[in-house]
């Protein structure tokens, strides 16, 4: 058995649902080269990797394509995250505010290994937990505080990221659940839900207000601010499907797609990759909607997401 082989076998053993044998909740070596939890519920089925506990693959339906977008060129196993699925930035979004710091964009814990905290079967739904800490030199840039991130697999895909501040001084932090969505065509789709909010032009450092709902033509990069209780809807034209996007603990929402001239500088991206992927991210974006977490307190942004053909 390979190193991987003796992981997943040991996580199947302990977590596993049923104990020790396949079933709605397994834990398997993937091809992308690390460990993946199956979750499996009826004709749905998610795959998350234990890197990043990163969202792989969601399924709702045997007769649908995958929802998430997965780069080809991606693996598992090269210290940086899959470009694809659901990343999970944290304690930090986008550039970290200190830039002499010369850390990472989107946090410390997109492509380390995460912990499987517990797995549970509930009718109609299969879950996993995972959990990440922070080492004390991470600690001494975001305080001392701790990840979950779980992941509930029904007819619908919900994914909670929970923080809990374990320090003696509130904390402030930003975050994204990063959702790369497989759509068929991008110039046969749209964004709706967002028309009336403000957003700051990532390309341009600009402000504006969004008019109806969200087409593309070109690079989109976009932080929409105060987005609470808005749901989002993805209307693929080419796919011949929706996705509706619902958030909690979530006050920003970023839409992005690199278009070509960047998708070829990414490097981990088709150059036509761009075509048929969309981010649409349940995020609370800084500064303007930071979080703040008092000692002692948790935290949850939630992401809830449901497929249907149109
Ligand atoms: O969410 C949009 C964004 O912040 C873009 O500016 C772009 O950088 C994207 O994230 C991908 O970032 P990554 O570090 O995964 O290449």
Request: proline fraction near 6%; glycine fraction near 10%; charged fraction near 15%.
């Amino acid at each position: 058995m390979t190193e991987l082989e003796r992981e997943a076998a040991a996580l199947q053993e302990r977590f596993g649902q049923p104990r020790g044998q396949p079933g709605p909740v397994a834990f398997t070596v993937s091809p992308l080269g690390g460990v993946v939890a199956t979750l499996t519920v009826g004709v749905a089925s998610a795959v998350v990797a234990l890197q990043g506990a990163q969202v792989l693959s969601w399924v709702p339906r045997q007769d649908q394509p995958d929802v998430l977008w997965c780069s080809p060129l991606s693996r598992l196993g090269l210290g940086k995250p899959v470009r694809g699925g659901i990343p999970v930035c944290w304690p930090w979004f986008g550039p970290h505010a200190d830039a002499a710091l010369a850390l990472p964009a989107h946090g410390f814990v997109r492509a380390v290994p995460w912990a499987v905290e517990s797995a549970d079967l509930r009718p109609g739904t299969a879950s996993v937990t995972f959990a990440v800490s922070l080492t004390a030199a991470q600690q001494a840039v975001a305080g001392d505080v701790r990840a979950r991130l779980r992941v509930n697999l029904g007819s619908d895909l919900e994914i909670e990221l929970i923080t809990t501040n374990n320090g003696a001084v509130p904390v402030s932090l930003t975050e994204a659940l990063h959702t790369y969505f497989a759509i068929g065509d991008i110039g046969a789709v749209s964004v709706a839900g967002l028309a009336g909010q403000t957003y700051l032009d990532q390309l341009t450092g600009l402000d504006a207000t969004q008019s109806g709902a969200i087409t593309f033509d070109q690079e989109t990069d976009r932080i929409y601010w105060d987005t609470s209780g808005k749901i989002l809807r993805i209307q693929d034209e080419a796919l011949g499907r929706s996705i509706d996007i619902g958030a909690s603990g979530s006050a920003s929402t970023v839409i992005w797609n690199p278009w070509h001239e960047k998708a070829v500088r990414l490097g981990d991206m088709p150059p036509d990759g761009y075509r048929t992927m969309l981010c649409a991210e349940t995020a609370n974006v800084g500064p303007r909607n930071a979080v703040s977490i008092a000692p002692g307190d948790t935290h949850t942004l939630a992401a809830r997401f449901k497929s249907a053909k149109i």
